[in-house]
């Protein structure tokens, strides 16, 4: 754990120092920005193994995110739909992001009966979701990318690092 606090506490000092060594492009100090929207792939992170995600700029500061993921292992199907609420802090392009919401789970469990009968099972749950890290997202649209280290808050606490890449428009 102690490890994961370090990279944590080493990204946020790497992240908070490049936003304040950007060079200023209008009086205000920032750039109008004109990509309010990104689509990205996430490996790990909130949808476990992977996610399919858009996000939205909804203020300055702020951005909302949701995703959709898939999986199924042996006679177990998941579907997980991340949501979350981003406070991003930085200058033009990178930002610190720091996010927190839910991860929509539903499970799906096939059981196969003596003399052929099967049955299906559905089970949903909600998992509360913090996490924090570092976002490029260009003011003009382009490449987006996101680093987080996410904590799924379940039974047990879970600490799960994720990687996206995706366009900004």
């Not at 999986?71 to 720091?98: C, E, K, M, Q, R």
């Not at 839910?102 to 909600?126: A, Q």
């Not at 649209?141 to 994720?162: C, E, K, N, Q, T």
Request: glycine share 8%.
């Amino acid at each position: 754990m102690k490890k994961y606090i370090t990279i944590l506490l080493f990204l946020c000092a790497f992240v908070l120092n490049m936003a304040n060594a950007q060079d200023s492009k209008t009086p205000s100090g920032s750039t109008e920005r004109t990509s309010r929207n990104a689509v990205s792939l996430e490996l790990l992170g909130k949808g476990v193994l992977y996610s399919v995600n858009y996000s939205r700029f909804i203020a300055d500061m702020f951005a909302i995110n949701a995703g959709l993921s898939y999986f199924s292992l042996s006679s177990t199907s998941y579907w997980i739909v991340p949501l979350t609420a981003s406070f991003l802090y930085g200058n033009d392009n990178h930002f610190f992001d720091l996010e927190a919401g839910i991860d929509s789970v539903v499970t799906s469990y096939r059981y196969n009966y003596e003399h052929g009968r099967n049955k299906t099972f559905l089970n949903s749950s909600v998992v509360p979701v913090v996490g924090a890290g570092y976002r490029y997202w260009p003011s003009n649209g382009g490449f987006h990318f996101r680093a987080m280290v996410d904590v799924l808050i379940g039974d047990s606490v879970a600490v799960w690092p994720g990687l996206s890449f995706g366009y900004a428009f």
